[in-house]
């Protein structure tokens, strides 16, 4: 489907059009390339993504023997404090990178305390750390897939829109001017063959 391009007969119309072509043009492959890339980036989020959640199902198989003791623990003991991002650009889209989560942990008596305390709370600490890291991924995978689907709108754009709508305009009016140029020409041979018609009526 072509675009719908306003224009004009003439020749300054068919400059800025040309214009137009040549910029989108040139600019189609790097937009090619960088929706390739985000692309590629979108696949390896979600694989460490899903990759985090496997991780998760694992560990939590891994301690299922000591599952039934969870009821015994104190969940107040721990809790995540803070979770420290930075931002970095993957082709042009900022994207949150996980530096550290933070927990705050409640001083407690070993001896008025399960011995296990402290191997549940280092569970809980990885358990809950690879969660928030799969969110993360998650969140780099949204970002990074809404930004592939606009920049894969603007290649169509360019590529089965804008481009062969610039090309079909430039033929037309292309078309309109040598059809312009060759009435003229017609119409001053015409001319010319009448003046010689009457200039050698006149002499006779």
């Known amino acids: 489907m072509a675009a719908v391009i306003k224009y004009q007969y003439n020749k300054t119309s068919l400059n800025n059009l040309n214009i137009q072509l040549r910029m989108r043009t040139k600019a189609l492959p790097t937009i090619k390339s960088k929706e390739s890339a985000l692309r590629a980036e979108v696949k390896k989020a979600k694989k460490e993504a899903e990759w985090l959640l496997a991780e998760m199902e694992r560990q939590i198989a891994a301690h299922s023997n000591i599952s039934a003791l969870w009821n015994e623990f104190d969940a107040t003991l721990i809790l995540v404090e803070d979770v420290q991002l930075h931002i970095e650009k993957i082709a042009g889209v900022q ?62 754009l360019y590529e089965k829109v804008q481009i062969p709508g610039y090309n079909e305009a430039i033929r037309k009016i292309k078309r309109f ?6 009435l003229s020409k017609a119409a001053q041979k015409i001319v010319k063959n009448r003046q010689q018609m009457m200039e050698e ?3 006779a």
Do not use: C
Request: proline share 4%; no cysteine; aromatic share 12%.
């Open 95 to 156: 994207i949150p990178v996980l530096d550290d989560v933070v927990f705050k942990e409640k001083p407690f008596s070993m001896f008025a305390r399960p011995f296990w305390y402290s191997d549940g709370i280092r569970i809980l600490k990885d358990l809950a750390t690879i969660g928030i890291k799969s969110e993360v991924y998650y969140e780099k995978m949204r970002l990074l897939e809404h930004a592939r689907k606009k920049t894969t709108q603007k290649v169509n």
């Open 201 to 203: 009526e006149g002499s």
């Open 177 to 182: 001017m040598e059809d312009e140029e060759n």
